[in-house]
């Protein structure tokens, strides 16, 4: 039986396990892996495997309505960020681990900043009196994105498009809407 890896985010695995994304897709038939989501890439995956599977997934995307037309200046953007990007994603990682320590330290936040691995943080807020989606709005309107995993759950993703400073603005605000005092330095 044939094995395909959904590795979406296969390249934050790899540096959060220390792991090559060769290694930890070495068992699997095809893997899909996104170039935009840490990537950095505007847009676009790839399906990787043995080339008559590769021809065979053609010609499905091509019966389904998929591809592009010159798509050269695309192609462009996710060879850039395939060979450039995977080095930065340790500070995404980082970056997060930041937001998550500061997080932390809000009342009506619950998390446990040992557990966020890669580059995203999700919090219970319960504590908060309020849903995710009033809270992601609020924030919205300051600047700060966040989406709900839930009614009680608020997740924060870093990237490269995110640094230290912002991480440290986006903490001050999460404490400024609930009313509440943190110190961030960073």
Same mark, same amino acid.
């Given at each position: 039986m044939s094995a395909h890896l959904d590795g979406a985010r296969i390249f934050n695995a790899s540096v959060a396990l220390g792991v090559p994304v060769d290694r930890l897709t070495a068992k699997a038939d095809t893997v899909m892996f996104c170039l935009s989501k840490g990537l950095g890439a505007p847009v676009g995956s790839m399906l990787v495997g043995k080339p008559d599977v590769i021809d065979r997934g053609r010609l499905y995307r091509k019966a389904l309505g998929g591809g592009m037309r010159q798509a050269g200046i695309l192609a462009a953007a996710g060879l850039i +960020? $395939?060979?450039?990007?995977?080095?930065? $994603? %340790? *500070?995404?990682? %980082?970056? +997060? /681990?930041? $937001? +998550? &320590? %500061? @997080?932390? &330290?809000?009342?009506?936040?619950?998390?446990?900043? %040992?557990? @966020? *691995?890669? /580059?995203? @943080?999700?919090?219970?807020?319960?504590?908060?009196?309020m849903t995710s989606a009033q809270l992601s709005a609020l924030l919205r309107r300051h600047g700060v994105l966040a989406n709900g995993v839930g009614p009680d759950q608020l997740r924060f993703v870093t990237h490269f498009d995110v640094n230290r400073e912002q991480c440290a603005r986006a903490v001050e605000v999460v404490a400024m809407a609930l009313g509440a005092k943190v110190a961030t330095t960073y």
């Amino acid at each position: 039986m044939s094995a395909h890896l959904d590795g979406a985010r296969i390249f934050n695995a790899s540096v959060a396990l220390g792991v090559p994304v060769d290694r930890l897709t070495a068992k699997a038939d095809t893997v899909m892996f996104c170039l935009s989501k840490g990537l950095g890439a505007p847009v676009g995956s790839m399906l990787v495997g043995k080339p008559d599977v590769i021809d065979r997934g053609r010609l499905y995307r091509k019966a389904l309505g998929g591809g592009m037309r010159q798509a050269g200046i695309l192609a462009a953007a996710g060879l850039i +960020a $395939l060979e450039e990007n995977p080095p930065k $994603l %340790a *500070q995404d990682h %980082a970056n +997060a /681990n930041f $937001l +998550a &320590q %500061a @997080v932390a &330290q809000i009342p009506g936040f619950k998390l446990n900043p %040992a557990k @966020v *691995q890669t /580059n995203i @943080v999700i919090c219970e807020i319960t504590g908060t009196g309020m849903t995710s989606a009033q809270l992601s709005a609020l924030l919205r309107r300051h600047g700060v994105l966040a989406n709900g995993v839930g009614p009680d759950q608020l997740r924060f993703v870093t990237h490269f498009d995110v640094n230290r400073e912002q991480c440290a603005r986006a903490v001050e605000v999460v404490a400024m809407a609930l009313g509440a005092k943190v110190a961030t330095t960073y």
